[in-house]
C-alpha cells in the first residue's frame, strides 16, 4: 500500500521539480541581477527607461534619480522606471 502511494506521486513531483527548474529558478536570478544592476546605478551611467527613453544619471538618490533627457531637460523618476543600462554599440 505505501508504495502504491509513492508511484502515484511520483509523476506529481517530477512536474513540480520541472517547472522550479525551468520557471521559478530563472525568474528569481533575472530578478537578482536587476536588483544588483538598480543598486549600481551610478552618476553618468546611460539607462533606459520603462518608456523607452535613453537618460544619463545626474543624481543618485535613495529611490529617486535625477536624470537628463537632453541639454537643458533634468527629471526626477523612480529606480522603478529603469529597464537596463544603455551600452553604446560603436
Known sequence: MPMDIITQ????VFLIA???FVIIR???KEAKKRKAML???AKGDKV???GGFIV????VEETILSVKINDDTIVKI?????SKKYEDEA
Open 26 to 28: 530563472p525568474q528569481q
Open 78 to 82: 523612480s529606480r522603478d522606471a529603469i
Open 18 to 20: 520541472i517547472m522550479y
Open 9 to 12: 506521486f511520483a509523476p506529481f
Open 39 to 41: 543598486a549600481d546605478l
Open 56 to 59: 544619463v544619471i545626474q543624481k
Open 48 to 50: 533606459y527607461t520603462n
